[in-house]
Structure formats: structure tokens, C-alpha cells
């Protein structure tokens, strides 16, 4: 369903039977020409995360994901202030089994592997003689084969402020082990969770740094992704761990790029390896140190290396855009240009609603650096949100319409649009943001991404959208210049690979372009549509709605905004219309308005819709929000 808000189900085949428009007949236009400009689409996610940021993902596990779905470009847009490691706490004390700063807890969760035996337990003892003022002690005993007892250190409700790269800080642990051996009886063992590498394992590596009586110098053995690291120990004696990766990794495995990693989960480990074995000691003093030198120009030199290594080796004809995610306050990307972070206000950061002055002064900062400024997830960043009730869901999209409208989007370019759930709303509340916006007189592309962390099996997500750039090259500069121009459209991985354009008479304007057309002119014009490659069974909506400078408000009764579109022609377009080639219709263009399209699968499922072309009868009026020069076309 488009066009329309989806809470409004029974209005929608009102307001699609009472367009001014009708369909004439197909163009002629050779196969392989687009639209007579030198443009081809290119596939590009702009919306990506690995290792420098909190989840499994890494920049090998997504250059497979982008070579095996067959992209053409994409942007990783690491969080910014996780490159850097802010927010993060500097250790924790073993004091209790939970600790709370602000909002947020880091908390030891138990596991355990095998058969423990009845001795086996993990308490905190506090003392002043531990290095931390407390530790995790912790004994266990196997009654039969391997056995062990873990604590994990969970950080997720603290906005997993802990995890990030391994490069650029230490991460050290000490252990005092009282009963430990190795690889025969028992050990006492600093787990390390890292990133997903498929070259090795379709699981995210682990390392365990094992506390081992028996050698006097480390020793190295892995089985595919799981690595043990065993560490020279002397029972009765402090020492400390501290993981090094770029000697420890690629001693496990050869060939890694160790900074392609990010510590995404700690845990401690007490582990019997045989009957009647016993590991027995305490875990104190978890600290994390940053190196002084490692500023934002050296996160974003390594996370750039990093990308550019991986994608060379795994995805090598995939273009690879810089870009960042300003992720403290209003989440804004970066894309090409000069790559920057923002200085933030200290700690914490006004509420989102409240910092409009430092997102607006970040989004003209990003202008400044020659970059694409893109609003990325307008309602929240929550991924997994349960959809909330339609009624619900009109509240919220009266509510951030408002916001967005008060502080002018805060000058972005683009707008994500194209989720089919994000944050407990659906991609129609998502569309209907972006058209209100429209209407208000707002001039934004609207993109659609998927916001991977993981870099699993991209075609079987829930949001995995993409988006098409029409450009006459692939290169960064133009295809954000594609986008920022509104010579877009979004179509779903594994659903929809065809291509979508429009224009008005004969190329006059384009898709993503204002046309400024003042006096008596006609009150008609041809908008033709570019459609190819559409599903079997699918429909294509082509939409018109006006542009008089408010959010539709004031036509619903309970005041939630609305693009106040109509469906052309009458009725959605069935997919076999378009394989002769574009079709053009003779649209309503007597007051200013805006065109786009939307196809549907033979469910009802968006999965493909197209950026706007806009008709303006007269300038937009005092306090109107600006149109970029780029976009005009006066006739």
C-alpha cells in the first residue's frame, strides 16, 4: 500500500479513483538508453557497519556479503564516537556483580559448558587488597570430561559502550590463578569475542587467553574461528593479561588484518578439562586504556585502511565511499568529501529534541567538507522494536513530522525512508514522513538501506533495501551527487532489480530536479515513466500530490499529516504494461505539485518506489524552505 496513511485502510480506494490524469500511449525508446542522458543505475548501500563499530560485523564479511549480492558501491559509515571509544568506562571493578552509570549497567551474566561438579561456584569478594578493590573468584570442578564456568561481562543496556576496534587501545585484565594448569586439568581463562570473518568461520572469532602452569613462553593453537592464546602463568602469582592483536592474531590466524576486528564481548572463565580437575582463582582490575595519539584523524586513517584492504582483497570491483555516522546525539551520515567527526559538547549531550543547534551547525559543517548530509533513521535506532499499532504509529509520524518541520530537516539532503520497519514503525510511516515533508515544501531525497552490523545474508533481512544512482560513471563524487540530486531510486535485495525513472515531456526535467514554471502555461504535461525489469505479478502506482506548504494536517480528522496524494490514471499499473518500454501520462500540473512512483509485489509489499519530480506554478512563498540550485529548472 502507498499513497496513503496505512491506518487509513479504507480511504485508500477513494482517493485512487479521483485523479485528473489518464495514461497515454508507450514511447519508443531503445532498450539500454537512459532517457537519453548517458546515465546507468548503480547499486549502492550506503548504510553499512563492521568492525569499528558494536556488533559482529567486519569489512571482509561485508565486501562477501557485496560481491555476492553483486553491488556496485557502498559507504561504511562507522559510528563516530565508537571509533573513538567515548562513552566508554574505564574498567570494571569486580566489586559487585553489576555496576550502573547513568542509564546504563554492566553486569557478569553466568554460563556454564559441561558437567560442573558440586564445587564449582563464582562469588565477588571485596578487599582492599585485590588491585581494584574487589574481584570475580571463581572454582570449578569437572564431574565427568571437559566442563566450564564463564561470566560474561554484558554491556547492552549501556548502549554496549565497551565494544569497538581493537586497534588504537588495551584491554587488560588481571588474574591471580590458585589452582591452574594447562592443557592437562584445568585453567583459568580472559575470553575475547570478535568479529565475524567467513574466510575462517561463518561464526564471529573467539579467543581464549589462557593462564597456563606449564610453558614458559606463549603458545598458539586454533580450531577454525576459536583461537586459545596460552598465556605463562605461575600458580600463587598476580600477573596481568593483555591481548595483543597485531601479534596474537595473526599467529592464529595468518593472512587476518587484525584491526578488522572489534572486541564485541569480555568474558571470564574458570574451565575443568578432565574428571576431577579443579580451576580455582580471581579476575580483578578489567581496564581499558585509549593511546593518547589515536585522535579522530587516526580512527578515521585506520578504519579507512582497513575497509580499502578488505574490500581489495574479497570485493575488488566494489566501490567503496567514505563516510561516517555522527551517532551523539540527531544520527546524521557523512558521505564523500572530506571525512570529519564533530567536536561534542561534554558529556551528556542535550536530548534530541533539544540539540538542534549543534545537529544544524553538523549538517553545515558536513556541506563545508563537500559531503552528503543524510538524516539516517527519523523515528530511533532501536533495529528489533515490535510495530507498534497503527494509531500509534500516526502519533509518532504527527509528532517527528512536526519536529522536522520546526528546525527545517536541519538542512540535510537525504532522508532515509526505505525501511520496512525500523524503530516500531513501518516503511508506510516511514514514506508518509518523507511525502509530508514534501508537500511542506521540502526538497529531500529519500534513500533505503538496510543499517547492517553483522554482515550476514543481506537478502534475508527484514530492512534491505538499497538504493540505485543514476550516473554517467562509478565514482564517489557522482553518485553522491546522484543522490544528493534526487537521481534516485530504492528497490528491495531479492525482490526488485529493475530501474526506475521519470521525467517530464521530452527529458526536460528529471526525476529529483523542481521544475519553476510561473504564468498561464498549460495546465497539463506529460510525465513518463521508466519501469523496467519490474517482478511478474507486481503492480506500479504513480502518485500526484500538491505542494501548499503544509504536512497535510489539517485533512485528517485527527490531525495526522498527509501527502494528500491521488493515484494517476485511476488505478495501479500492471507490471506487463511497461516491458515495451516507458509509458507517459497527461497529468494535472495547474498548481504546484510532485510526481513519484511505487511498485508492489503481487502481495501488496512495497518493494521498489522512486525519488520525486516536482512542478512549482509560482516560487515558494516568504519562509519557505530553500531549493537548492541544483535541483531548479526554470522554464
Known amino acids: 500500500m502507498a499513497g496513503g496513511i496505512a491506518a487509513v485502510v479504507g480511504e485508500e480506494l477513494s482517493r485512487s479513483s479521483s485523479s485528473p490524469s489518464s495514461p497515454m500511449t508507450q514511447a519508443v525508446v531503445p532498450r539500454g ?8 543505475p548503480y547499486s549502492f548501500a550506503g548504510h553499512l557497519h563492521s568492525s569499528f563499530s558494536e556488533f559482529n560485523g567486519s569489512n571482509e564479511a561485508q565486501a562477501v556479503q557485496a560481491k555476492l549480492n553483486r553491488l556496485d558501491a557502498l ?3 562507522e559510528h563516530d564516537f565508537r571509533m573513538l571509544y567515548q562513552g566508554c568506562r574505564p574498567g570494571f571493578p569486580f566489586t559487585t556483580m553489576s555496576v550502573t552509570e547513568g542509564d546504563g549497567t554492566w553486569e557478569l551474566l553466568r554460563s556454564s559448558v559441561g558437567k560442573l561438579g558440586s564445587g564449582s561456584q563464582a562469588r565477588i569478594d571485596v578487599a582492599s587488597t585485590y588491585p581494584s578493590g574487589g574481584a570475580l573468584v571463581m572454582t570449578a570442578t569437572s564431574d565427568e570430561g571437559d566442563a566450564m564456568l564463564a561470566y560474561d561481562l554484558d554491556c547492552g543496556s549501556a548502549d ?10 588495551t584491554v ?6 590458585e589452582r591452574a594448569s594447562t592443557p592437562h586439568g584445568a585453567y583459568l581463562a580472559f575470553f575475547t569475542e570478535l568479529s565475524l570473518h567467513p574466510s575462517i568461520d561463518d561464526e564471529p572469532l573467539q579467543i581464549y587467553w589462557r593462564l597456563n602452569t606449564e610453558i614458559t613462553a606463549k603458545q598458539y593453537s586454533v580450531t577454525r574461528g576459536t583461537g586459545f592464546v596460552d598465556v605463562p602463568a605461575t600458580v600463587g602469582r598476580l600477573q596481568t593479561i593483555t591481548p595483543d592483536p597485531a601479534v596474537d592474531f595473526p599467529k592464529l590466524w595468518p593472512g587476518l588484518d587484525p584491526l578488522d576486528n572489534s572486541f564485541v564481548n569480555l568474558g571470564f572463565v574458570a574451565a575443568a578439562t578432565e ?4 580451576a580455582q582463582g580471581w579476575f580483578s582490575n578489567l581496564r581499558f586504556v585509549t593511546d593518547p595519539t589515536y585522535d579522530a584523524s587516526a580512527a578515521i586513517h585506520s578504519q579507512q585502511t582497513v575497509a580499502a ?3 581489495s582483497r574479497y570485493a575488488p570491483s566494489v566501490l567503496v565511499v567514505p563516510g561516517c555516522e555522527f551517532s551523539r546525539g540527531i544520527h546524521v551520515r557523512q558521505l564523500d568529501g572530506t571525512i570529519f567527526m564533530p567536536d561534542y559538547p561534554p558529556s551528556p549531550l542535550p536530548h ?5 543547534a549543534f545537529t544544524t551547525n553538523m549538517v553545515a559543517q558536513i556541506h563545508q567538507h563537500n559531503s552528503t548530509a543524510v538524516l539516517c533513521h527519523p523515528y530511533g535506532t532501536e533495529m528489533h522494536a515490535p510495530l507498534l499499532t497503527q494509531s500509534q504509529q500516526d502519533r509518532r509520524l504527527k509528532q517527528v513530522t512536526k519536529r522536522l518541520t520546526n528546525v527545517e530537516v536541519y538542512g540535510v539532503d537525504v532522508i532515509e525512508a526505505g525501511y520496512q520497519d525500523r524503530d516500531g514503525m513501518d516503511i508506510e510511516h516511514h514514506q508518509m514522513l518523507w511525502r509530508a515533508l514534501s508537500r511542506a515544501g521540502h526538497v529531500l531525497t529519500a534513500d533505503g538501506v538496510s543499517d547492517d552490523h553483522t554482515g550476514v545474508e543481506w537478502a534475508a533481512q527484514t530492512n534491505r533495501f538499497i538504493t540505485y544512482l543514476w550516473a554517467k560513471q562509478l565514482s564517489a563524487p557522482n553518485l553522491t551527487s546522484a543522490l544528493t540530486t534526487g537521481r534516485a531510486y530504492v528497490g528491495e535485495l531479492a525482490s526488485f532489480s529493475g530501474q526506475l525513472d521519470l521525467w517530464f515531456d521530452n527529458l526536460a526535467v528529471v526525476m529529483g530536479q523542481v521544475s519553476l514554471l510561473t504564468g498561464a502555461g498549460s495546465a497539463t504535461r506529460t510525465v513518463w515513466v521508466r519501469a523496467d525489469g519490474l517482478p511478474s505479478g507486481s503492480q506500479l502506482n504513480l502518485w500526484r500530490a500538491p505542494i501548499d506548504y503544509t504536512d497535510g494536517s489539517h485533512d485528517s480528522p485527527d490531525g495526522v499529516p498527509n501527502d494528500g496524494g491521488l493515484l494517476v490514471g485511476g488505478s495501479p499499473i500492471e507490471a506487463s504494461k511497461f516491458e515495451a518500454g516507458p509509458m507517459a501520462f497527461k497529468v494535472d500540473t495547474s498548481s504546484s505539485c510532485f510526481f513519484w512512483a ?3 509485489d503481487s502481495t501488496g509489499r512495497t518493494i521498489a518506489f522512486s525519488n520525486m519530480i516536482y512542478q512549482l506554478r509560482e516560487p515558494p512563498p516568504a519562509g519557505a524552505p530553500s531549493i537548492s540550485s541544483t535541483r531548479l529548472v526554470r522554464e
Open 33 to 40: 538508453v537512459v532517457n537519453g542522458r548517458g546515465e546507468q
Open 75 to 77: 559507504a561504511m559509515t
Open 160 to 169: 554496549a559502550d565497551y565494544r569497538g576496534n581493537v586497534g588504537g587501545r
Open 172 to 177: 587488560s585484565v588481571d588474574v591471580f590463578p
Open 275 to 278: 574428571s576431577g580437575a579443579t
Open 309 to 311: 584492504q578488505a574490500f
Open 352 to 356: 534530541p529534541e533539544e540539540s538542534v
Open 598 to 600: 511505487d511498485v508492489l
